[in-house]
């Protein structure tokens, strides 16, 4: 157990639709990241927070965002959902962002049918 | 940009094999390197990390060198175990000593058999 936790484990929505993947980083990590992992992309980085600010932006597309709150847990939004979104989406999290290692959480499965 | 080569699997081997799995990177500057595993169900576990050329990074038995001349970073296991069955990521952070904006290769699949 990494000590992130991601809700929901699992989500099945349609085409168009928009859903929130939320995740709580381990306790008195201030960095969050976000990755997404299909098929045929791979594992890519989205987005990084740290301690509620935006730190850096990776291949995340216009239609999806996310926020670190003042407890430090962080959401990933995902609107306009389209069928390659279905994607296994991780959140990881580091004490500071720099150096340390990055601690993944278990995923959430998103199936857009 | 920066990107990260992996050997396609999936690689199967019989317990007590040697593993090598090969990685090649591509990158501006002074990247570190790094070695995930991931295991069935499970999110992404960082298994070693070189920050510099010609460091070794080395945890349960696998090791990986940075190599900077032939920009590799080849993870090796003198005997694998039926538990190494697992996912396994190279990666790479733009910055020396960061870890941040990890890039990954696509992932090679090890099964080992008993």
């Known amino acids: 157990d990494s000590g992130v936790t991601q809700t929901p484990k699992h989500l099945i929505t349609a085409t168009g639709q928009r859903v929130t993947l939320r995740c709580s980083p381990r306790?008195?990590?201030?960095?969050v990241y976000w990755y997404q992992q299909s098929l045929d992309q791979g594992l890519q980085f989205l987005i990084q927070y740290y301690n509620g600010e935006e730190r850096a932006k990776g291949n995340i597309l216009e239609r999806f965002s996310a926020q670190q709150f003042p407890d430090l847990h962080s959401e990933l939004n995902l609107s306009s959902l389209e069928l390659g979104d279905s994607a296994l989406y991780f959140c990881a999290s580091s004490a500071t962002g720099l150096t340390e290692t990055q601690y993944f959480g278990p995923g959430t499965r998103l199936l857009v049918l | 940009g920066d990107s990260v080569t992996q050997m396609e699997g999936p690689v199967t081997l019989s317990e007590e094999a040697f593993l090598t799995i090969n990685c090649t990177y591509t990158?501006?500057?002074?990247?570190?390197l790094f070695w995930y595993v991931q295991y069935p169900g499970e999110g992404l576990q960082l298994l070693l990390k070189a920050t510099k050329a010609d460091d070794k990074g080395s945890n349960k038995g696998f090791e990986a060198t940075y190599r900077k001349e032939t920009t590799s970073f080849h993870l090796e296991k003198g005997s694998v175990q039926v538990s190494d069955s697992a996912v396994y990521f190279c990666?790479?952070?733009?910055?020396?000593?960061?870890?941040?904006?990890?890039?990954f290769g696509k992932g090679t699949k090890l099964t080992v058999n008993p």
């Open positions: 990666a790479l952070s733009p910055y020396q000593g960061g870890s941040e904006k990890l890039v």
């Open positions: 306790s008195g990590d201030l960095s």
């Open positions: 990158a501006t500057g002074y990247p570190s």
